[in-house]
């Protein structure tokens, strides 16, 4: 029996995106038939793939920016459409950062700009299976300071353990005007995950009571109080995500 060679990394990003040839792809697959863990893996991939292509497949339907069409001419501006669609997914290969400044982005709206960070973040950091958070669970104490320093604001972990899910750790994001943002991770026994992310106030956003949204398959239940807006993703019951927004409140204003 001819031994199937172990896929790199390459390969899985390849087979992910439907890049390898057929012979290639069947071993592939055969391969991850054996490989339990390697297989989550790349579901994960393939629901984060699916979840971007919801987030942001309309952008590249949109216009090019004049001031971009206003400095180019003959053939290059013919080509801009493609390059403008090529950067939008450079872009997303490289979330950190910059992901949330360019103009093509901004149409990509949920309710509030912060509630669009949020929803992207989750998309991204909660199919990663070895690195979902920057400091764990067991660091909590540590997590919550260093969090709360960078926001500039007193910041709380919610228990959200009555409702199935445990912290998994959090990370530090970009937020709005070059300002930061946290997002703690939450996780249930299944390995559904929930994620909160906390933002300084964008400028002109007024005060809201609970609001929910859905952007493609994502439930965005979000509220600004005071100087912070806060958004909870993942979960698909409303009622439970309005319950645990109700909780997280508590809180955060305690």
Do not use: C, F, K
């Given at each position: 029996m001819t031994r199937i060679p172990v896929p790199t990394e390459a390969d899985i990003q390849a087979y992910v995106d439907g890049r390898l040839d057929s012979a290639r792809h069947a071993e592939v697959e055969i391969y991850l038939a054996e490989h339990p863990d390697l297989a989550a893996q790349v579901r994960a991939?393939?629901?984060?793939n699916q979840m971007l292509h919801g987030l942001f497949d309309r952008v590249l339907d949109e216009p090019v920016p004049e001031r971009l069409t206003a400095v180019t001419a003959g053939k290059t501006r013919r080509k801009l459409p493609?390059?403008?669609?090529?950067?939008?997914?450079?872009?997303?290969?490289?979330?950190s950062g910059f992901l949330f400044r360019g103009e093509m982005l901004h149409k990509v709206v949920v309710a509030e700009p912060f509630t669009e960070r949020a929803a992207i973040a989750h998309v991204v950091y909660s199919a990663e299976l070895l690195h979902p958070v920057e400091v764990g669970a067991d660091q909590e104490k540590h997590l919550v300071q260093w969090l709360s320093k960078r926001l500039g604001h007193t910041l709380r972990v919610p228990d959200l353990g009555p409702f199935g899910y445990q912290l998994v750790g959090g990370r530090l994001l970009p937020g709005s005007n070059q300002g930061a943002a946290a997002q703690f991770m939450y996780q249930m026994k299944s390995g559904s995950r929930l994620t909160l992310y906390v933002s300084v106030k964008d400028k002109g956003t007024a005060q809201t009571a609970f609001r929910i949204e859905e952007q493609d398959g994502q439930q965005v239940m979000y509220w600004v109080d005071e100087d912070l807006g806060f958004a909870l993703v993942g979960e698909q019951d409303r009622q439970r995500l309005l319950e645990m927004a109700r909780?997280?409140?508590k809180t955060m204003s305690y």
């Open positions: 991939y393939q629901e984060q493609r390059i403008a669609a090529a950067l939008a997914w450079v872009m997303l290969g490289g979330v909780v997280t409140y």
